[in-house]
């Protein structure tokens, strides 16, 4: 199981990024898929999560600009990223709970950082 996470860039404040992550091998289910991100000097912090029956929960710094989504049969999970701050700046990682045909339990991917870029 992959995931490819793909979408970052340079943005200006006050502006918007959508980053898709998406999961590829072999996948029986995606359950629970998150975001996470990882400023220089700070340690990792969970961004927002969903879970397979698309209940979401937000960090208190991006609730109201940021919402996350997925579409099931795509295997991608989606950050709509609006109003961005210099302080949004970060390496964003996906990470998602995958069952593998064959397998009964579920084990936790990451995918690769992108890099998000808020300035003017």
């Known amino acids: 199981v992959q995931l490819q996470a793909s979408g970052g860039g340079l943005v200006q404040p006050g502006g918007s990024l959508r980053l898709s992550c998406a999961a590829s091998?072999?996948?029986?289910?995606?359950?629970?898929g998150a975001w996470y991100r990882q400023a220089p000097g700070n340690q990792r912090e969970l961004v927002a999560r969903?879970?397979?029956?698309?209940?979401?929960d937000y960090a208190d710094s991006v609730k109201g600009r940021f919402t996350i989504s997925r579409d099931n049969p795509k295997n991608t999970v989606y950050l709509q990223m609006d109003s961005l701050k210099p302080e949004d700046t970060a390496v964003y990682y996906c990470?998602?709970?995958?069952?593998?045909?064959?397998?009964?339990?579920?084990?936790?991917?990451w995918g690769q950082g992108t890099l998000v870029t808020v300035s003017s």
């Open positions: 091998g072999s996948i029986s289910s995606v359950n629970a």
């Open positions: 990470n998602a709970n995958v069952r593998r045909f064959g397998f009964f339990r579920a084990s936790d991917y």
């Open positions: 969903i879970t397979s029956d698309g209940r979401t």
